[in-house]
């Protein structure tokens, strides 16, 4: 089974940039659709963006749209979510999930939950 851990995130001013990183193990990464989603307290977790097996098609959430970008590097087993222009209500717990399918992984419904990366952004 694959197994997710994210990394960079931290502190950063609005305004400012940062590029999460999510590795995988496991020989099946390529085959599967990668997303982001993120929890700010006392709220739900939300879905933010995915994209697909071959990384030719992504999806963003509206909020996102202009400023997250999410790429992949399959012969590293890594996907990475770019993010500019932060804003204080971006501030959440960033979580990787994978699935087979892009669609459901948008539903929430996912096979395997990274433990989740820290964002803060300042205002």
């Known amino acids: 089974q694959v197994q997710l851990v994210e990394s960079g995130g931290g502190l950063v001013q609005a305004g400012g940039s940062l590029r999460l990183s999510c590795a995988a193990s496991?020989?099946?990464?390529?085959?599967?659709?990668v997303g982001w989603f993120r929890q700010a307290p006392g709220k739900e977790r939300e879905f933010v963006v995915v994209i697909s097996w071959r990384g030719t098609n992504t999806y963003l959430a509206d909020s996102v749209k202009g400023r997250f970008t999410i790429s992949r590097d399959n012969a590293k087993n890594t996907v990475y979510l770019q993010m500019n222009s932060l804003k204080p209500e971006d501030t959440a717990v960033y979580y990787c999930?994978?699935?087979?399918?892009?669609?459901?992984?948008?539903?929430?419904?996912?096979?395997?939950w990274g433990q989740g990366t820290l964002v803060t952004v300042s205002s």
């Open positions: 999930a994978v699935d087979r399918s892009s669609i459901r992984l948008r539903g929430g419904s996912v096979e395997v």
């Open positions: 496991g020989r099946t990464f390529s085959s599967y659709a």
